[in-house]
Structures are given as structure tokens and as C-alpha cells.
């Protein structure tokens, strides 16, 4: 259904655009962990994946959707499990 979505896209244009998201997305991540306030060993592509993956759950397959409060919240769990901190 999702491929059926994306309609007629080249598998190489998709391929290409989520190819550089992670890069896109990660510069603030990165800058977070050099100052200390995230773990140097996070993986900035899961990161992404992870929320990415949450979101879709919620949007196109429980059709829940979002709001800033879920983001939040979302965003919140994520960064206290990449967190240098206790």
C-alpha cells in the first residue's frame, strides 16, 4: 500500500531522498553530543528511523495522528534514551 502511495517515483529518486535524511536531520544531534549532553555512541540514523517509524505508525496505519503534545513526548523518550545523563 505504501509503494502504491508513493506513486510512480523511481525506486533510485526514493532511494536517494531517504538516503539523505539521516545526514540532513543529524547535524543538531551531532552538535549535541559534542557538548557532552548526548552519548558519543548514538546512532543518529536509528534516531531518525525511530521517530519516523512512529509517526507513520500513527498517521497511516492506527490513523491516530499527531499533535505537538505526542511529538513532545515522543521526542522526550527518544533523546532521555541517547542522553549522556543519568
Do not use: H
Not at 531522498?17 to 549535541?32: G, I, K, N, Q, V
Not at 495522528?65 to 549522556?84: C, F, K, P, W, Y
Amino acid at each position: 500500500m505504501l509503494r502504491g502511495a508513493l506513486g510512480n517515483a523511481p525506486d533510485a529518486n526514493l532511494k536517494a531522498f531517504w538516503d539523505t535524511r539521516p545526514a540532513a536531520t543529524s547535524a543538531a544531534l551531532e552538535r549535541a553530543a559534542a557538548r557532552g549532553d548526548l552519548s558519543s555512541d548514538f546512532n543518529p540514523r536509528l534516531v531518525l528511523e525511530t521517530l519516523v517509524g512512529l509517526l507513520f505508525m500513527r498517521n497511516f496505519l492506527t490513523m491516530e495522528g499527531t499533535d505537538d503534545e505526542m511529538v513532545d513526548q515522543a521526542v522526550d523518550l527518544i533523546l532521555s534514551g541517547i542522553s549522556s545523563r543519568s
